[in-house]
Each structure stands twice: as structure tokens, then as C-alpha cells.
């Protein structure tokens, strides 16, 4: 017997992170996988699927919903939150940091559910470095824009160069401690009250 | 079999406070006593809140920090796993972990009640409108009319073939789905065959109201009087109609931390008890409405959570009001004392429902889940009430009913579950659906 046989639901409301870890599973060699955006209908779902293993996300409101429904039903067998093996704290910590929480199957022998976990939580952990990085080129390229109209501005009412604008700019940044991109932010909202 | 009828075998055991012992001495070798806490944003984490807020913790020389959750379930988990050194939980969570249920039971628990109230039941507009045409309301003063009227549309739906009614709560083990349960079965519905339970998370209940998932809930505040001012609710039920004395929500923590920090244990339900004194004096409850209302607690409109704290209902979508005296009780009455015979009261709850056996071991575990040692030991004895080293009754005294009037003696647990004409039949649970 290999893990391959293992029916895998992935529940996650941000369909490109669910898409990320079901192509993890498929890459591990998992065929099946189900994923779900919505938890609406999903206790038919697991009805019919059966599964052994549900990953869900821990900022999902929803997981109260599933405790209830595992209350409920026998059909599902007797899911366990999350984790396989309790002594195993770093694992433990490093799935709640992660984001990850999963539901399996009482009596499912853990070798085959640890691998499981810690691709969920090194996808999980990936999806949020590349949110991180996402917001930060996002708001680079804020900024630079902020200046751009910042030195429009000082060129227009001072008559200054760009080159001098930006001096400007930059140095009054440097006298008040702040990012040059404040200092930008405040030429624009000044220029928006003082003009017209 | 009666498992539970002997007074003597518990008294001045397990139900007992503990021993007159004082607080242990203010030693420092706990290390650094910051407290990460958790919590449901909810105005009944109004004390521990406060405590932090308001410098009742300061003063005790500790530091709680604040986590926002979004599910019992994330609560339950983080705190088991040492992400949490305490939190905000339902007062059946500690009471279902001792006894084993639950997805992840883990030992909790509760050495303080952060109050009571708050809770309501709150049904749509449709099914009121019904209940009107039955023509047997008892309008915002008789709540157990209402549970009659209530029942008599349940009858007629099902004598016409419709589908049964659904019916949120908020976690199977919460003091929501006993209280709508009790409700409902004062009423003569049997809540696992005539209509439909299910679990919806608070801020999504007047929107699921609205859209027709649902047909009515029990959650506490705000969430009730939100879906009454959008108009797509009417509250038909308060806590304070079902059981006035029932606990509401209470501190957990593990069992281990509180052995391994007496100290911090001690400082900080001493910053408990000052918090939810100050948070029930009224002049304090503006500021109270303020801190609470901001995005990092709760993040709703402060004028609402003014007059829930207020008690001030609006209770349909023509604007009546409904005054609750003492909706929110955060110290009074002692309030904040953790009552084994309240876990106990749980317990039959849970037994009557089905979720688990009448056993005397299920007795043990439950009684263990609340610590009034601890309560006791940081807060002397002059804060217990006269009965606390007994097994006391609940219901029995005026102000205190249950609406159906049954009295709970916590030696007598499977006559009480007897003398209800409604409850779970020997644990056979119906499969649900979602919403």
C-alpha cells in the first residue's frame, strides 16, 4: 500500500492558495484530491467523498461549522483536528503559524498523513511570502509614483528642474527623519488644498 | 440505575472550593509574566478587554496580550498547543474537553466566569409573520409563548409537507445550542426532529437570516439586534428569559500552565475581578462601548454595542423597543464565580442531547473543568458566595428561573434529564446538513 490512495479535501476560500496546494498533492502523487472554494454544500460532499484527510484554512470561520457537522454525522468516520502526532510540537506550531489546520481520520497511521501536513504548510507558508512580495512591489511602486507627482508639482509651482525637485524632496526627507515617500505624500495633499 | 443520587459522595469533594488556603506568596520566579490570550470578537470578552485595557492587568503586574480569533474550534486548538496561555471560550468548551468530545479534547480549565447574558434568539421576519397569523404570540413579554407559537408553524409546516425549519448556532458545545434547544423544547419542538440545527458563525447570521439559509438563530452580541435593525429579524427570546444564571462565556486555560504559574494565575484573576467590577459600574460603560468597538476588539458600531451593553433592544424592524435589565452582568451576583454545579448543569445538557452518557466518571470530569480553588485562592473567601461549598441548586430561587420553571440539583442529574418530556433519545443522532 502507498499513500496514492488517500482521498484528500482541500478547502480554502482563496481559490489561487488551494490551487497551489492541489498541485502539490498531484505532484506528491496524490489523484485525489478534491478542492472547494465554499464551504456551502459541503457536508453532502464529504458525505459522498469520504475522505481521509480535510485541509483547512485556520482564518476559515467555517471550521466551527465542520466540528458540528462531525458531531452529527457518523458517516465521516471520527475526524481528528488536525494533528497526528501530539508530542510533535514544531510541527505542530509550524502548521498553526502556516495558517493550516486539517481534519483526519481517527485511526489513519501518521507516516501517511505527515507528508500530507508539511506540504500544505510549505505551500501555505509560499502563498504568503508571495502575498508579502506582491504588497511590497505594489506599494514600491506607489511610492514611486507619489514622488513622480511630487517633483511634477515642486517643478511647476518653484519652477525647479527635476533633478533639483527630487534634491529637494530628498533632503527635506532626510531633515525630518522620514521616508521621502511622506514627505512626497505631503507635498500632494498640500498642493491638493492649496490649489484651486 | 441511579448513578447520582448520593449527596455525601461529592460534598466537600470535588464540589468543594478547596482549602481556605490564601493566595500562594507573590514569588518571582515565573519568569515574565506577559499572558497571551485569546479571543472571539464579542462583547462578552468585555473583561478581558478591560483588564487589558483599562490597566487592571498593569496593576497586577502582568501584561495580557490580545489575539483575535475567528472560530472556538481555532481557540480550542491554539490554546491546546501553546499558541495561547488563556482564552475567551464557551463555558461548555472546558466542560466537553474534560469529558473527551470534540474533534481535539484537551484538558481545560476554568477558574473564572467573565459573566452572564448577552445571548438572544433571534427568528426571521417570515417565520414571525407566521407565528402571528397562529395567532398565539406573546409578544417580547412572553417568551415561551413565542416557543409555542413557534411550534404550532413547525406543526403546520410539516403537517403540509414542507421542510423542517433550520435553525443556527454558533458550536455544538455552546451555551447558544443548550439554550436554543431548552427553548425550543419548552415549546413542545423537539430540536433534533423538527427542525433543522445547524452552525453558522455569528457575523454571518443576519446575512444568512436575510437570504433565507436560515430561519432564526441563537448567537450572543451583537449579532441579534444587528439583524433586528436591518429588519430581517425579530428577537423572540434573551438569556435572561431562559436561565438568568447561566454562564456565558469563561477563561480556559491548561491545566499544566495554571500548576506551573500559581502566581500569574493568581495576579491575573485578581485583574479579572477588578475589570469586570469596573466594566458593570454604568458610568464606565461608555468608555467600555468605545474601547470595544474598535477594529483591533470587535470592530463594530459603538453605538450599537452601547445599547447591547445597555440592554436596550431594538426588537423589530418598526423600531419597539425592549429594555432587558441586566442583559450584560459582568461582576454582579457573583458573576464571576466558577460554579461546578453550572458545569454540571452543562453536563445534564449534554447528556439530555445525546452528546455524551450519564456516568459517574462524565460527573467527575465535568466538576473538574471548573476550578473555584483558584478563584478562591487568589480572591479570599470573601468573594464566594454563601453557598459555594455546596452542590447548589440553580433555578430555584425568584430571578433566577428556568423558563419552564424545572429546578437543576446537581445530585439528582438523571431525575432532572427524566423530567423533561422532550430530549435526545439515548444518543441517537440525526445527520445534518450545512446551510
Not at chain 2, 231 to 253: F, L
Not at chain 2, 268 to 278: M, P
Request: with cysteine; net charge neutral; charged share 25%.
Amino acid at each position: 500500500m502507498t499513500h496514492f490512495d488517500l482521498t484528500i479535501l482541500v478547502i480554502d476560500e482563496n481559490a489561487i492558495r488551494a490551487s497551489i496546494i492541489e498541485e502539490g498533492l498531484r505532484e506528491a502523487g496524490h489523484g485525489k484530491v478534491t478542492v472547494i472554494h465554499e464551504v456551502h454544500g459541503v457536508a453532502r460532499i464529504i458525505e459522498t467523498l469520504q475522505p481521509d484527510v480535510i485541509v483547512i484554512d485556520i482564518e476559515n470561520p467555517n471550521r466551527d461549522m465542520m466540528e458540528h457537522l462531525f458531531q452529527l454525522t457518523r458517516t465521516v468516520g471520527r475526524p481528528i483536528a488536525m494533528f497526528v502526532d501530539r508530542s510533535d510540537s514544531a510541527a505542530i506550531e509550524a502548521a498553526v503559524e502556516a495558517g493550516v489546520s486539517a481534519y483526519i481520520v481517527d485511526g489513519l497511521r501518521k507516516e501517511r498523513v505527515k507528508p500530507i501536513l508539511d506540504m500544505a504548510v510549505s505551500r501555505f507558508k509560499a502563498f504568503s511570502r508571495l502575498q508579502r512580495e506582491l504588497a511590497d512591489a505594489k506599494s514600491a511602486l506607489e511610492e514611486r509614483k507619489l514622488v513622480e507627482r511630487a517633483k511634477g508639482i515642486l517643478m511647476k509651482m518653484r519652477g525647479f528642474s527635476e533633478e533639483e525637485a527630487f534634491t529637494l524632496l530628498r533632503q527635506t526627507a532626510m531633515n525630518e527623519k522620514k521616508k521621502i515617500a511622506e514627505i512626497a505624500q505631503s507635498v500632494v495633499t498640500a498642493a491638493g488644498l492649496l490649489i484651486r | 440505575m441511579n448513578v447520582l443520587t448520593k449527596k455525601s459522595e461529592f460534598r466537600g469533594g470535588k464540589l468543594s472550593t478547596g482549602s481556605a488556603l490564601p493566595a500562594p506568596g507573590r514569588i518571582c520566579n515565573e519568569g515574565q509574566r506577559t499572558i497571551r490570550a485569546g479571543f472571539i470578537p464579542l462583547v462578552d470578552a468585555a473583561v478581558l478587554i478591560a483588564a487589558a485595557e483599562f490597566g487592571f492587568a498593569q496593576r497586577e503586574g502582568i501584561t495580557l496580550e490580545l489575539v483575535k480569533d475567528v472560530s472556538w474550534a481555532n481557540v480550542r486548538d491554539r490554546l491546546a498547543f501553546r499558541q495561547f496561555d488563556i482564552a475567551h471560550m464557551l463555558s461548555p468548551m472546558p466542560v466537553a474537553a474534560r469529558l473527551g468530545l470534540g474533534s481535539n479534547p484537551s484538558p481545560t480549565i476554568a477558574p473564572f466566569s467573565l459573566g452572564r447574558g448577552g445571548n438572544a434568539i433571534t427568528l426571521s421576519t417570515r417565520i414571525y409573520g407566521l407565528m402571528e397569523e397562529e395567532g398565539r404570540l406573546g409578544g417580547a413579554a412572553d417568551p415561551l409563548r413565542n416557543a409555542r407559537a413557534l411550534a404550532a408553524v413547525v406543526r403546520s409546516a410539516a403537517a403540509a409537507g414542507k421542510p423542517p425549519l433550520t435553525l443556527g448556532v454558533t458550536y455544538p458545545f455552546s451555551s447558544h445550542n443548550y439554550e436554543l434547544r431548552y427553548w425550543l423544547a419548552a415549546g413542545g419542538i423537539d430540536p433534533d426532529r423538527d427542525v433543522k440545527l445547524v452552525v453558522v458563525p455569528p457575523p454571518m447570521t443576519s446575512d444568512a437570516l436575510s437570504a433565507g439559509a436560515i430561519d432564526g438563530f441563537c448567537v450572543g452580541a451583537p449579532w441579534n439586534m444587528i439583524a433586528s435593525e436591518r429588519g430581517v429579524g425579530r428577537i423572540v427570546a434573551t438569556k435572561q428569559d431562559i436561565w438568568p444564571s447561566a454562564p456565558e462565556k469563561v477563561i480556559g486555560m491548561r491545566p499544566e500552565w495554571a500548576e506551573a504559574k500559581p502566581d500569574t494565575v493568581s495576579r491575573l484573576i485578581v485583574a479579572l475581578d477588578r475589570a469586570a467590577r469596573w466594566s458593570d459600574v454604568p458610568e464606565n460603560r461608555a468608555r467600555l462601548a468605545e474601547v470595544l468597538a474598535e477594529d483591533r476588539h470587535l470592530g463594530a458600531p459603538v453605538d450599537i454595542i452601547r445599547r447591547v451593553l445597555a440592554g436596550e433592544f431594538t426588537i423589530d424592524p418598526e423600531g419597539n423597543r425592549r429594555v432587558v435589565e441586566n442583559y450584560f452582568v459582568f461582576h454582579a451576583g457573583f458573576a464571576n464565580f466558577p460554579r461546578p454545579s453550572q458545569a454540571l448543569w452543562i453536563y445534564s445538557q449534554m447528556v439530555r442531547w445525546g452528546q455524551t452518557t450519564l456516568s459517574r466518571e462524565g460527573f467527575e470530569a465535568s466538576v473538574s473543568a471548573y476550578r473555584p480553588d483558584l478563584y478562591r485562592g487568589a480572591l479570599g473567601k470573601d468573594a464566594l458566595p454563601a453557598d459555594a461549598d455546596s452542590s447548589s441548586l440553580e433555578g430555584a430561587t425568584d430571578g433566577d428561573r428556568f423558563i419552564d420553571g424545572h429546578v437543576f440539583d446537581p445530585d439528582r442529574i438523571e431525575d432532572y434529564i427524566k423530567s423533561f418530556t422532550v430530549f435526545g433519545k439515548d444518543g441517537v443522532q440525526t445527520p445534518v446538513d450545512d446551510v
